[in-house]
RNA sequence: GUGGGUGUAGUUCAGUUGGUUAGAGCACCAGAUUGUGGAUCUGGGUGUCGUGGGUUCGAGUCCCAUCUCCCACC
């Protein structure tokens, strides 16, 4: 359940109640895919640096260790010993984004495992059971992600399919869960909106999930290659036909920037790769903006990667020693990198609703929008 | 001590009968990365060709000396 408290313009500041504890919005999802974030960092690392929901995802579990023995071992809660919100993602993105060999039909999905190149099949009824298995707190609707540029004509085509899918994805959550089949009788079901740029396509796919009473609502299908000023736009167009006593989630997005343009616009939840992945690369967010802790300037610095930041790299450790340990390709470094950048994403939508509390978001978003993108 | 071999980028090496601005892998330097493949991609040569001299229009390449390291023999 999500109750609007405060509003700056079009920005929200929220809260959403789930069976799993209350997130505080606007809030950045920690991303671990297979039920850990990549550099070594488990779910005890991610209550240590304010994270309030993992995320995690479908198709990796699915395949590796399989849903169902998740769901022996008592479900991803049990499992990874995380105690606060778990959202999974349904697998839609990942049959788009790492299997180049699909046939999409009706009835869902044919695509290989990028794993052993095996023949998987999943539809909406498929990614239903896996994430009920997983008994995450909220699941993801089976969506097609297209690519961008669409055709318009296949593009609607898409849309309406999806839309198809998602009625089947709540009708087969319900059967999951009257059943008893769900690891989680309480799991919640947002819908994905779809449409690639075409502002009549988004809104009226907008529309047409809008009906369906669901627990939240995602925009999909942007940050895939268009310019950021589209992406704006489209959370713009999107944004005005959006159930404004439901919760709103940007998909995988994204810099600190686009977080604060897409809070601007009335976005609740936000997830991305980029704290974590850039991180592996020695890309650290900083206050003053992006550095690169690989850069030989770093050699001898013994300052911390950010001094305004609290996080256990920062209030120990020096530029000059986790250069060294990433040059010297120590695991300590990879992991106290992707710490920094968590905790700065999350401290980031920390401050953002400590701004929407004081009601001066405006002045925050204008300090920082481009300040935090920039490389230095 | 004698004989043979060796020396070119940080490193391992290539470099034609002497011919334009000496190349490759790795490393290094720098950039990209948006519902995660610790992946991948892009750009950059960073050099007293061991040293000194000689031959030549021209030397990494040929000649002499010298030094280094390796091998064999005494």
Redesign the pocket.
Known sequence: MYHLIKTENHARRGCFETVHGTVQTPAFMN???AGA????LSAFDLKNNDCQVM?C?T??LHLRPGDDKVAMLGGLHRFTRWNGPILT??G???V???SKLRKITEEGVTFAS?LDGRRIFMGPEQSMQIQANLGSTIA??F????ENPAEYHYAKASCDRTVRWLKRCKTEMQRLKQSGQAINPNQLLFG?N?GCCYDDLRIEHMREIAELDLDGY?I??????EP?EEMYRVISVVEEHMPKDKIRYL?????PG?ILEAVRRGVDLF????????A????LNTWQG?I?I????Y?LDESPVDSECDCECCRNFSRAYLRHLF?ADE?LG?RLA?MHNLHFYNHLMIRIRQALDEGNFDAFYRRYVDVLDR?I
């Open positions: 991303v671990a895919t974030i990549k550099g070594g995320l995802n198709y990796h993602d349904s839609g993105f990942q788009f984004s790492l990028h993801m609707a969506d097609e992600c297209m994905i779809q995602a999909g299908g942007l940050a895939v290659g950021k998909m995988g997005v994204g810099t686009n997830d991305c790769v980029m704290p974590s992945r850039n592996r690369h020695g890309h992006i690169n690989k850069n030989a300037k050699e040059k695991m990879m992707v490389r």
